[in-house]
């Protein structure tokens, strides 16, 4: 009998806390994300370094009141201005004149700060809510809205809990993630993420490097997004490539060459983020001379 009740004590003692847990006081989440995006190591921080370092008037103020986050931004033109991150329920929106890059930015910022408040990964969270809209899967988590005219946006960003990412293993880097041009015979530069899959590309429609890194060790998710990637590019040769590169593995074909876990040195050379956990392929399409 004793047994019993001592199970039954532990149990509700279980369920009382779960619902504690699961009941968290909102202020104290508001309290905690706005701790994380102000803190001096955090994406936001890093962002105003940036910005001090290159525009010495540019201000950045921060306020926590008991229902907001609001960012105000001075001495950067047509970055000026107050953004008000209002809590309703499980989420923060804002809203936004249609075009406010700068207003977007700071979103995605409040974004990371959720992510650093809830532990998750932060490196993973543009690509997988990038992932979740460009392959046509629910995003509860970060949903823009435009209204009727389309002249403003309302931003919601999920506070309640972390984010599961349980589709990051479906998500691929596919056309609706590249909608940008193909590349021409002009110099230029391009970058995409989606899910655990991100790229980067410099080049011309003659010779272009392209570098694609998946977190974690490279599998079909990786192989499916280069074949997008070329698709999208058209670099020399990519009318065959798909035929001519039916699996992932190190390749070289007469206008490509695919080097899978290319060396640090060049990884790191294209590119600058922190890529720790990412496995990475190398391909470069025609010739350059300095190669």
């Known amino acids: 009998m004793k047994k019993t009740i001592k199970s039954a004590a532990l149990i509700s003692l279980l369920m009382l806390l779960f619902v504690q847990a699961a009941c968290a006081d909102p202020s104290e989440i508001l309290q905690g994300i706005f701790d994380a995006l102000t803190a ?36 950067i033109e047509g970055m000026d201005g107050t953004r008000t991150f209002v809590q309703d329920g499980d989420y923060l929106k804002t809203t936004l004149a249609s075009g406010d890059f700068y207003g977007a930015m700071l979103a995605t910022e409040i974004m990371h700060a959720v992510g650093a408040y809830y532990e998750m990964d932060t490196r993973l969270l543009t690509g997988y809510i990038n992932g979740l809209e460009t392959n ?8 823009s809205t435009p209204d ?30 590249l909608s940008f041009a193909p590349l021409t015979r002009d110099y230029n530069s391009m970058a995409a993420a989606s899910g655990k899959i991100r790229m980067i590309a410099n080049g011309t429609t003659d010779f272009v490097t392209i ?38 593995a190190d390749a070289e074909l007469p206008y490509c060459t695919v080097t899978l876990n290319p060396d640090e040195s ?9 890529h720790e956990g990412m496995s990475f392929v190398l391909l470069r399409f025609g010739t350059d001379p300095a190669w």
């Open 136 to 143: 046509g899967l629910e995003n509860k988590y970060f949903i």
């Open 266 to 274: 060049v990884v790191s050379e294209i590119n600058y983020d922190d």
């Open 40 to 75: 001096k190591d955090s994406s936001y921080s890093q962002t105003k370094v940036l910005y001090a370092e290159y525009m010495p008037d540019a201000k950045f103020e921060e306020e926590l009141t008991d229902d907001s986050i609001i960012i105000t931004i001075s001495g």
């Open 148 to 177: 009727e005219k389309g002249e403003n946006i309302e931003i919601s960003i999920y506070i309640a809990r972390a984010y599961d990412m349980k589709e990051l293993d479906e998500i691929v880097l596919n056309e609706a993630a």
């Open 211 to 248: 570098l694609v890194g998946e977190y974690g060790e490279l599998d079909d998710l990786a192989y499916q997004s280069i074949i997008n990637i070329v698709k999208a590019l058209k670099p020399q040769g990519w009318e065959t490539f798909e035929t001519d590169y039916p699996k992932l």
